[in-house]
Every structure is written in structure tokens, then in C-alpha cells.
């Protein structure tokens, strides 16, 4: 199973980015896709995650509004559309899939919910 995370690159304070993660190798439909990121100097963090079906998602309080979590399962694939990016968004945003369980509907923020993870892409937003 691999995970394949791009889109990452420089852009200014307010602009826009989307971030694609690409399964290989897995039924991706069968994956709860979460996203991550990690900041220099900070522990991994989680940003959203989407459940199989796409009808469920949940986001980290400070990017509500600003960060939208998709997937097309057809392509094997999960987007982050992230906007309104600011300075403190700066951070290699890993993406990760795990089994869809009653415990990682509930435990979706930890990293142990996931089973694999892509190599990350960073971004970073600064004038």
C-alpha cells in the first residue's frame, strides 16, 4: 500500500492550495483518509479527515471554514483544498488512510487511527 501526497508549494498569505493523496495498491474506498501536518520544531498534528463514503468529515478547530476535505474514489484519491492560507498553516501536510472502525470514527485525531501514510508535501505561506 502506498499513499502519494502533491500539490505542496509556495504560495502568499490569503491565497489558495489543494493537496491530492493518491492510493496505490489498496481498495481506497475501504480507507478513512485523514491529513496531518507538522510544522518545524512541532509534533505532527491533525488537520481532517473524511470517512469512506465521504459523508462525514471532521477538521482541526483553526482551519474550519478555511480547509475542505474531499475524495473521488473512482481515482483513488483525496483532495485538501486548503484557503484563506495563513503564515501558521506553514508545515509538511502528510496524508494517511485506516480501516473504518467504531474506535477511528471516534479516535480520527490520533496518529495510531492509521495504518499508512504518504510521504508528505510541504507548504508554505509567506509573503
Known amino acids: 500500500v502506498q499513499l502519494q501526497a502533491s500539490g505542496g508549494g509556495l504560495v502568499q498569505p490569503g491565497g489558495s492550495l489543494r493537496l491530492s493523496c493518491t492510493g496505490s495498491?489498496?481498495?481506497?474506498?475501504?480507507?478513512?483518509v485523514g491529513w496531518f501536518r507538522q510544522a518545524p520544531g512541532k509534533e505532527r498534528e491533525f488537520v481532517a479527515r473524511?470517512?469512506?463514503?465521504?459523508?462525514?468529515?471532521k477538521y482541526l478547530r483553526s482551519v474550519e471554514g478555511r480547509f475542505t476535505v474531499s475524495r473521488d474514489n473512482a481515482k483513488n484519491t483525496a483532495y485538501l483544498q486548503m484557503n484563506s492560507l495563513k503564515p501558521e498553516d506553514t508545515a509538511v501536510y502528510y496524508c494517511?488512510?485506516?480501516?473504518?472502525?467504531?474506535?477511528?470514527?471516534?479516535?480520527?485525531?490520533?496518529?495510531?487511527?492509521?495504518?499508512?501514510w504518504g510521504q508528505g508535501t510541504l507548504v508554505t505561506v509567506s509573503s
Open positions: 495498491g489498496v481498495t481506497f474506498n475501504r480507507y478513512v
Open positions: 473524511i470517512t469512506r463514503s465521504g459523508s462525514s468529515t
Open positions: 494517511a488512510a485506516g480501516p473504518q472502525t467504531a474506535d477511528s470514527l471516534v479516535y480520527y485525531s490520533r496518529l495510531d487511527t492509521y495504518d499508512y
